[in-house]
């Protein structure tokens, strides 16, 4: 694959997150230039919690075209931005900023990700019962995606601390006027029953993630059966113990990649104005994931 050379025309894309060295980011982004021919790079900023505000402060300062926002900046990023699309308003957290002529617009592509990952199941989706487990910015993501783009019977919100469960809970409730959520902690006896009676489980931790393959934030395999649906957001490994249980009970899964692929391939249309070739993005992450 030829890359484009930099030059004076070169426009400037990043990440900033901590910690970031495991990201596929920028592998994903910088492929997807050079097949567009595109002059335009994209690199990590590994930036703490403290260091925020200077970092964009110099991004501005240097006109940087735009760039994603990962863990921990999400919802912290919100304050120096210009204005939000209002999908990132109602999640309350940013994935993705464009700089327009010394502007930050924030944009939450999430949403859209998981909107293609489900897809496939959107007629099964009505009249669901489904399960979230986790509470952090991707839990938002799919919380108001399924409230929004599908119609759910009810919700589950399952979380380590009950207290981050119940503020999903409530917050929700206020922006989307959805009122059949219930928090649980993860340690809840009946969450046996609740997994049974769940047509979709989403994991949206990063349990399971590499380097840590063994974890899973279920690891009762009756809690899955034929018929359901399983949807991890890791996508490193492609198939995580999680949903390895899963598919042994016959549920259907889904591995992150494609929400990642997508909510990039949005991100990309926003900086760029072009479309990504996501299938091609997607052969050659697949490959890189599977060496």
């Known amino acids: 694959m030829t890359y484009p050379i930099i030059d004076n025309n ?6 900033v997150g901590h ?8 592998l994903m982004q910088n492929i997807s230039f050079a097949l567009g021919k595109l002059s335009y790079i994209y690199v990590p900023f590994d930036v703490p919690s403290n260091n925020l505000e200077d970092a964009i402060k110099g991004m501005l300062a240097l006109g940087i075209r735009g760039f994603n926002i990962t863990l921990p900046h999400k919802e912290k990023i919100i304050q120096y931005l210009e204005d939000v699309s ?3 308003g109602v999640i309350g957290a940013v994935n993705t900023v464009v700089n327009e002529n010394g502007y930050l617009h924030g944009y939450n592509t999430d949403s859209h990700g998981i909107t293609k990952s489900l ?4 007629e099964e989706l009505n009249g669901a019962i489904v399960t979230v487990i986790g509470s952090g910015g991707a839990a938002r993501s799919v919380v108001y995606n399924l ?3 599908h119609k759910i019977k009810s919700m589950n919100i399952i979380n380590r601390t009950l207290q981050r469960a119940e503020f999903l809970r409530d917050y929700f409730s206020s922006k989307m006027h959805f009122n059949n959520i219930t ?6 006896p009946d969450l046996v029953d609740v997994f049974k ?5 989403v994991n949206t931790t990063s349990l399971g993630m590499y380097p840590n393959i063994d974890d899973s934030p279920v690891d009762f395999p009756n809690s899955f059966h034929e018929g359901q649906i399983v949807f991890d957001v890791v996508y490193n490994p492609l198939k995580t113990k ?12 889904i591995n992150g990649l494609q929400m990642f692929i997508e909510q990039g391939a949005k991100s990309f249309e926003l900086w760029t104005g072009e479309e990504m070739n996501v299938s091609e993005v997607y052969e050659k992450l697949t490959a890189q994931l599977n060496q």
């Open 242 to 253: 999680f949903l390895q249980l899963a598919e042994s009970k016959g549920a259907k899964i």
């Open 197 to 201: 009676n769940s047509k979709l489980i």
């Open 86 to 88: 209002e999908e990132a």
């Open 119 to 122: 897809q496939p199941y959107k």
């Open 10 to 15: 070169t426009k400037l894309i990043g990440i």
């Open 183 to 188: 928090p649980l902690e993860l340690v809840s």
């Open 19 to 26: 910690p970031i060295k495991h990201s596929l980011s920028p």
């Open 147 to 149: 409230i929004r783009h």
